[in-house]
C-alpha cells in the first residue's frame, strides 16, 4: 500500500524543478495506489502539463514507489 507520506517525499524533489518554471504540484489523495495531485500555478495551465504529469511526475514516483500504479491530476 503506498502511503501519502512516501508520495509526498517523492514530490518534493519533484517540485523544486516546477517552482523553476513557476508551478508547483499538490497531493490531493491516494487512493488504491493511484495517486491524485493538482498541478498549481504556470503548471496548472500549460499546455505541456499532461506530459510533465505523465513524463516527469509519474515516472518520477513509478521509479520512487514501485506500487504507484498511476498519477492522476484532479
Not at 491524485?36 to 515516472?59: D, F, I, Q, S
Not at 514516483?61 to 498519477?71: H, L, S, T
Request: net charge positive; charged share 30%.
Amino acid at each position: 500500500m503506498v502511503s501519502k507520506q512516501s508520495v509526498e517525499s517523492v514530490l518534493e524533489k519533484i517540485r523544486s524543478g516546477l517552482k523553476r518554471d513557476g508551478g508547483d504540484i499538490e497531493l490531493i489523495d491516494v487512493k488504491d495506489d493511484i495517486v491524485y495531485v493538482k498541478l498549481k500555478g504556470a503548471c496548472g495551465t500549460c499546455p505541456m502539463a499532461t506530459l510533465t504529469l505523465k513524463n516527469w511526475v509519474e515516472a518520477s514516483m513509478k521509479r520512487d514507489i514501485p506500487a504507484v500504479k498511476a498519477v492522476q491530476a484532479v
